[in-house]
C-alpha cells in the first residue's frame, strides 16, 4: 500500500498460506509506505515482514530509463512517511514476527540476482505495536524501524515475550538514507550491508548527530503480562534510541539490552515479577564461557 489505511480482520488466524520452493512456509508481508496497517484476529497473527517496495529490488530487470541511447539505471529508496505504522493484535492466541530473508527472497523473479538487497526487506515503518493480548510475542529474525521522530515500538504479551533476533528502534539520521530525490542506483553486497549499518542504532553502530528521538517522550514498551521476557540466544539483542519500559510477571531472562536516553528525567527501567537473571554459558565439554550479554544504557538520566 503506498499511501493510505489498510485493515484485516480474521475471524480465526492471520498466518501462512504458501510455502517456497524449499517447502518453507512464507507468511504475510506488508509492503506499505505513507500510510498504516492495523492486523487484527481472534488466533495467530503470523507476519513474515514490513517492508518498503521501493527499497527492494522486485526483480533482476525492475529499472528506469535513462536519458541517452540504451541508458539505464535502477533506483531504490524508501518511501515511509514519518508516521507510517503497523499495529499487531491477536485476541487468544500468539504473534510471530518471522523475518526470513532467505526464504522470502527465494520468491522473487531472478532472486539469485537481488539477493544484495535482501536486508532492505527487514527495515520496518517508524512504528511497531504488536499485542498477543492471552498469548506470546515472538521475534524468529532481526528488523529494524525506520529512523523517525515519532517512531516507536511495542511488543506486549498476556504470556511471554520472545527474543530470537535483533530488535533495532533505529538513531540514525533519515536524512542520510535514500529517498525519491537522492536514491541508490546500485546494489552490492558491501552497498546493502552499508545501508543496514547505517540504520543500526547499535553501541557501535549509527547515531544521528541530533538524536532522532530528542524530545520524544514516550518510551519503548516491551511487557509480559504474566510471563517471561526472554532472549533465546547470545545475539538476540535490543537496541533502543531512546528510554524503555520492560515489564514481565514472572522473569526476564539473558537479556541483551543497549538504550539510550535522552535527559536527565529520562528512566529505562527492568521491572520482573520474580528474577532478572542470566544463564551460565558453557562450550561442548561443559566448561563456562564468557557470557558477552549486557543491560547498558546510555545519555543522561
Sequence with gaps: MARGHGELTADGGIVSGRMNNNGT????VLALGDGDFKLT??????IETVMNPTVFAQGAAQRITGIGAGAAQKSYYFTYAPDSKVGLM????????VNNVDALIKLVPGSALVTDSKNSLVVYAPSLSAAALQGDVQVDGRFTLFPSAQGNLQLLAGQNVKLGGQVNLSDADPALLPGMLSPLTSYSTAVDGKLLNQLRSAKYGAHAATPVHGGDTTPVSIIA???DVIAQSEGDTLFLAKPAQIEAGRDIVDLNLYAQNLTASDVTSLQAG???AYTDARNAVGKLVNNSRTIEVDGPG
Design 25 to 28: 512456509p512464507i507468511h504475510t
Design 274 to 276: 520474580r528474577d532478572i
Design 41 to 46: 484476529a481472534n488466533q495467530d497473527v503470523q
Design 225 to 227: 503480562q504474566t510471563g
Design 90 to 97: 491477536s485476541l487468544s492466541g500468539n504473534v510471530e514476527l
